[in-house]
């Protein structure tokens, strides 16, 4: 896929390298000569300019790119970009500075997909080391939805069982499985756990402590603290 | 006659409920919620300068979710 990425900083160039990684072809938009320069230097095409106007994201081949990431600290900016992203038939992407305003974006900014709060994803990371143990949160779906990777202990009252066999709350998804140091995977109803396997779970907030008892039993007092409000 | 611009800033996302607080005042204009360093732009028109500081200062500012104004007094 085409991406066009607005702001080359720490949030713009981390998601062009890992786009990149993945084969995808990415523009950079930067309007600080530095910092363009510095992406450059990183083999990324480069725009120089303001992303906020129609020229350089055109410059930048918006016409043609499947997804545009607004991405820069200044919201006006950000706000700008994606309408144009959007009157090019973009898939849309915001970030936005503090987490109050999701909601707004959300409600009144039709021409945002999806707004991205950085310091979130980073929070979740650092509750996790924080935490450590056998559970991670991976991604917080909406307010209340959550993916958790759970890895199978030999406390776990599941072990043994197979996946068929787990009969998890009503508002909770097995959404995928992994044996031990293999790669995660799509569930399959056979697949046996045992310690040191991985699952991962789509679950409500509502339930995590009961999804968590099923598959991990007793933890430490650590992890076994609220896991919500990442 | 004197109009003024009022940059709010929210610490809140129920932005309804902020602007349908601020629609209500005397001498509020108009109310609109903006991409941006702040969440709304409201429109204030009154007859005398110090009616601007009121409707700020005691109303605007006492609005709960309400976290800092700026306000811009227009010349012409």
Redesign the interface.
């Known amino acids: 896929m085409r991406f066009v990425i607005i702001g080359a900083g720490r949030v713009g160039l981390r998601t062009a390298r890992v786009l990149r990684e993945e084969g995808h072809e990415v523009t950079l938009v930067e309007r600080d000569r530095d910092i363009a320069e510095r992406a450059r230097t990183a083999d990324f095409e480069v725009v120089e300019g303001d992303g906020s106007r129609e020229d350089v994201l055109e410059e930048a081949g918006v016409a043609d790119a499947d997804a545009l990431g607004a991405l820069t600290s200044?919201?006006?900016v950000n706000?700008a970009a994606c309408m144009i992203g959007k009157h090019n038939g973009c898939r849309t992407v915001m970030r936005i500075?503090e987490d109050?305003?999701?909601?707004?974006?959300q409600?009144?900014?039709d021409e945002v997909d999806e707004i991205v709060y950085p310091e979130r994803l980073g929070a979740i990371g650092a509750k996790n080391a924080l935490l450590g143990g056998s559970i991670r949160a991976i991604a917080d779906i909406a307010q209340h939805l959550q993916v958790i990777l759970f890895t199978i202990t030999d406390e776990s009252p599941m072990k043994g069982y197979t996946i068929s066999e787990v009969a998890l709350p009503a508002q909770a998804r097995i959404l995928a499985f992994g044996k031990k140091e293999a790669s995660m995977g799509i569930p399959l109803p056979d697949d046996s756990l045992e310690a040191g396997d991985r699952i991962a779970v789509l679950a409500d907030f509502d339930v995590l402590g009961e999804v968590r008892q099923l598959l991990v039993g007793v933890e430490t007092p650590a992890a076994a603290a609220e896991m919500g409000g990442a | 006659m004197v109009t003024a611009y009022v940059m709010v800033k929210?610490?809140?996302?129920?932005?309804?409920r902020l602007k349908s607080e601020m629609v209500g005042l005397d001498g509020v204009e108009s109310v609109n919620?903006v991409?941006?360093?702040v969440?709304f732009i409201v429109k204030v028109s009154v007859d005398q300068p110090a009616q601007v500081k009121e409707i700020v200062a005691d109303h605007i500012q006492a609005i709960d979710g309400v976290e800092d104004t700026q306000t811009y007094i227009s010349m012409d």
């Open positions: 200044d919201l006006n706000f500075d109050y305003r999701e909601e707004i974006y409600k009144y900014a | 929210a610490n809140t996302g129920e932005a309804d919620i991409a941006g360093d969440d």
